[in-house]
């Protein structure tokens, strides 16, 4: 039992968490170092996800910790309303080093739902400027996950995160690439399924490319149940959008700061977007900071031809905090100095090991696919009978029980390590799953 007093009657209203179910048998996390996190019995459990897709640089960093304390002392805050502060700027302009070239002009908000919602009306207010309002339509996909704010609700491909608020965007939805028939067990990215990239094509003769804004896609579709994009496919989207004069947002919550084995996807798949949202790993999830990459041209239409005065009626209280921006700046010394944005390349040491690793698990019956890409990779299970997508969080429960802390989403288990993770460590996950995996079934 948790030692917290009277955990029945916590104040505390946890978020995307069967709350009643979790009080009966909570986890509770508290100490972390490196890859390891320490429970309240003292018990040291592997972190499989980073935290939730973010801790790239690994917990418990000092030189972060170091930055963070030291702006609090000198700067603790300082408005972005009309004043700014040098490490916004400085940081700002180390951050566009990383982008896609021509993507030069960083919009700061405080989480990944900030960061879509902040590109979504960047879109918008590109086409307005130009006398173009009637753009108001966005194309995002089945089972892409954009965040839980309006914006970001309304764009989602994930049913259960917005049946309850609605969808107050004028949105349609492309199909998932999830394939099994002709995908099942690839290495890296599937090799079938570029031709899906066609139904973009018929969505925007049907709507009219003169109504539509932008497509919103994860490269890598991550809350969804790690889903690759085929060989050709994001290539083919950029192709399209270009042709009708449509804008690509990729959402890089998830793949950015080396979870592909580039600084971006977009990188590491050789197609630039228009806008990229980034959150997460950009501080190494110590303190919340989001930003938006926005490719040059945007930037200086909405700068031209906005109206004199405010250019975009739109911020955040601690759009680029400078103690987030310290910790940020500390982050990026972390990834340049280990070598951690190119530590995953798929064909690398570490990612080769991770991927044949994972792959062994396709030696059990109840496995139907193995995927992966970088360090992000799942393994899918045979639905059982009448209970679809029941099987991810019961994995959860008994990968914590072993020591090791996975996602289940669905009837996917779903892995993104620290980018610090050793061979050992990803033995140790893979040995888990194996024991696991047929235990899941037995009642």
């Given at each position: 039992m948790s030692s917290i007093q009277n955990i029945q009657d916590t104040p505390f209203w946890m978020p995307f968490t069967p709350n009643r179910a979790f009080k009966q048998h909570p986890r509770i996390v508290n100490a972390a170092k490196g890859c390891w996190l320490t429970t309240e019995d003292d018990q040291q459990v592997l972190d499989a996800t980073a935290g939730l897709w973010c801790v790239n640089a690994g917990h418990g960093r000092q030189e972060i910790a170091d930055a963070?304390?030291?702006?609090?002392?000198?700067?603790?805050?300082?408005?972005?309303?009309?004043?700014?502060?040098?490490?916004?700027?400085?940081?700002?302009?180390?951050?566009?080093?990383?982008?896609?070239?021509?993507?030069?002009?960083?919009?700061?908000?405080?989480?990944?739902?900030?960061?879509?919602?902040?590109?979504?009306?960047?879109?918008?207010?590109?086409?307005?400027?130009?006398?173009?309002?009637?753009?108001?339509?966005?194309?995002?996909?089945?089972?892409?996950?954009?965040?839980?704010?309006?914006?970001?609700?309304?764009?989602?491909?994930?049913?259960?995160?917005?049946?309850?608020?609605?969808?107050?965007?004028?949105?349609?939805?492309?199909?998932?690439?999830?394939?099994?028939?002709?995908?099942?067990?690839?290495?890296?990215?599937?090799?079938?399924?570029?031709?899906?990239?066609?139904?973009?094509?018929?969505l925007i003769a049907f709507h009219g490319a003169d109504t539509i804004a932008a497509v919103i896609v994860e490269p890598i579709a991550g809350a969804g149940g790690v889903i690759l994009p085929?060989?050709?496919?994001?290539?083919?989207?950029?192709?399209?959008?270009?042709?009708?004069?449509?804008?690509?947002?990729?959402?890089?919550?998830?793949?950015?700061?080396?979870?592909?084995?580039?600084?971006?996807?977009?990188?590491?798949?050789?197609?630039?977007?228009?806008?990229?949202?980034?959150?997460?790993?950009?501080?190494?999830?110590?303190?919340?900071?989001?930003?938006?990459?926005?490719?040059?041209?945007?930037?200086?239409?909405?700068?031209?031809?906005?109206?004199?005065?405010?250019?975009?009626?739109?911020?955040?209280?601690?759009?680029?905090?400078?103690?987030?921006?310290?910790?940020?700046?500390?982050?990026?010394?972390?990834?340049?100095?280990?070598?951690?944005?190119?530590?995953a390349k798929t064909d690398g040491p570490l990612g080769s090991y991770f991927e044949n690793a994972l792959h062994s698990l396709a030696n059990l019956p109840q496995v139907i696919d193995v995927r992966n890409y970088g360090l992000v990779g799942a393994v899918e299970l045979k639905p059982v009978d009448g209970k679809p997508g029941s099987l991810g969080p019961k994995a959860l429960t008994q990968a914590w029980e072993k020591g090791v802390m996975i996602r289940g989403i669905g009837d996917a288990i779903c892995m993104s390590p620290p980018l610090i993770i050793n061979e050992q460590e990803i033995d140790k996950i893979v040995q888990t799953l194996q024991e696991i995996i047929p235990a899941l079934y037995a009642d």
């Open positions: 963070v304390h030291q702006q609090i002392m000198n700067l603790d805050f300082s408005s972005t309303f009309n004043f700014g502060h040098d490490i916004g700027f400085a940081y700002a302009e180390r951050l566009a080093t990383f982008a896609p070239d021509g993507m030069d002009h960083i919009f700061f908000g405080n989480s990944g739902s900030e960061a879509v919602d902040t590109a979504l009306k960047i879109a918008m207010q590109y086409w307005q400027v130009q006398g173009k309002g009637e753009k108001k339509r966005f194309i995002s996909r089945q089972k892409g996950y954009h965040g839980v704010n309006f914006g970001g609700v309304s764009v989602a491909g994930i049913t259960n995160n917005f049946k309850n608020f609605g969808q107050w965007l004028m949105v349609d939805h492309m199909r998932h690439t999830l394939d099994l028939e002709r995908n099942s067990f690839s290495r890296g990215l599937p090799a079938e399924g570029a031709d899906m990239a066609e139904e973009l094509a018929e085929p060989e050709g496919y994001l290539q083919r989207l950029r192709e399209i959008c270009t042709e009708h004069d449509v804008l690509l947002i990729f959402d890089e919550v998830i793949t950015g700061w080396g979870r592909t084995g580039s600084a971006f996807a977009a990188i590491e798949f050789g197609v630039t977007p228009d806008l990229i949202t980034s959150a997460k790993g950009i501080t190494n999830a110590t303190i919340p900071l989001s930003a938006v990459f926005v490719s040059n041209p945007i930037f200086e239409t909405c700068m031209e031809m906005a109206p004199d005065g405010v250019e975009f009626f739109h911020g955040y209280t601690y759009s680029c905090h400078p103690v987030a921006c310290a910790a940020g700046m500390a982050a990026l010394d972390i990834y340049e100095e280990e070598g951690l944005l190119t530590r």
